[in-house]
């Protein structure tokens, strides 16, 4: 999904190695801060969906670690000065704010439909 994210028709390559890892938006812990407005049953079943997970390098993912989700946002866009280079990551903080079960439930259902698009697999 990434690849296909922008228009360029040579898209940079994406060097998966440890450095690259898979984000949890709403963390897989509660966090102490800013509570989600997750109940937790919610939260049991929204951790591990497709539309919960984005791509970060290790750095910024270790910054965002188990914060909630506004203090997530500011490390996405800012943190040191530095945005994160992946698209879908940089479309949570641009359409999906606040981050609940319902927008949980749209990101997903926008992966899956651009998903389908590419590979033709649904």
């Given at each position: 999904?990434?690849?296909?994210?922008?228009?360029?028709?040579?898209?940079?390559?994406?060097?998966?190695?440890?450095?690259?890892?898979?984000?949890?938006?709403?963390?897989?812990?509660?966090?102490?801060?800013?509570?989600?407005?997750?109940?937790?049953?919610?939260?049991?079943?929204?951790?591990?969906?497709?539309?919960?997970?984005?791509?970060?390098?290790?750095?910024?993912?270790?910054?965002?670690?188990?914060?909630?989700?506004?203090?997530?946002?500011?490390i996405y866009q800012n943190k040191d000065g530095l945005?994160?280079?992946?698209?879908?990551?940089?479309?949570?903080?641009?359409?999906?704010?606040?981050?609940?079960?319902?927008?949980?439930?749209?990101?997903?259902?926008?992966?899956?439909?651009?998903?389908?698009?590419?590979?033709?697999?649904?």
């Amino acid at each position: 999904m990434e690849y296909f994210a922008t228009d360029d028709i040579s898209p940079n390559e994406i060097k998966i190695n440890r450095k690259l890892q898979v984000e949890h938006i709403l963390p897989q812990r509660k966090p102490k801060k800013n509570p989600q407005e997750f109940t937790d049953e919610e939260r049991k079943d929204s951790i591990y969906k497709l539309g919960n997970l984005t791509l970060l390098y290790g750095r910024k993912n270790i910054q965002a670690s188990n914060k909630s989700f506004s203090e997530k946002m500011e490390i996405y866009q800012n943190k040191d000065g530095l945005r994160t280079c992946f698209e879908s990551t940089q479309r949570i903080y641009q359409f999906y704010t606040p981050w609940n079960p319902d927008e949980l439930k749209n990101r997903q259902n926008e992966m899956i439909k651009k998903i389908n698009e590419k590979l033709d697999i649904f």
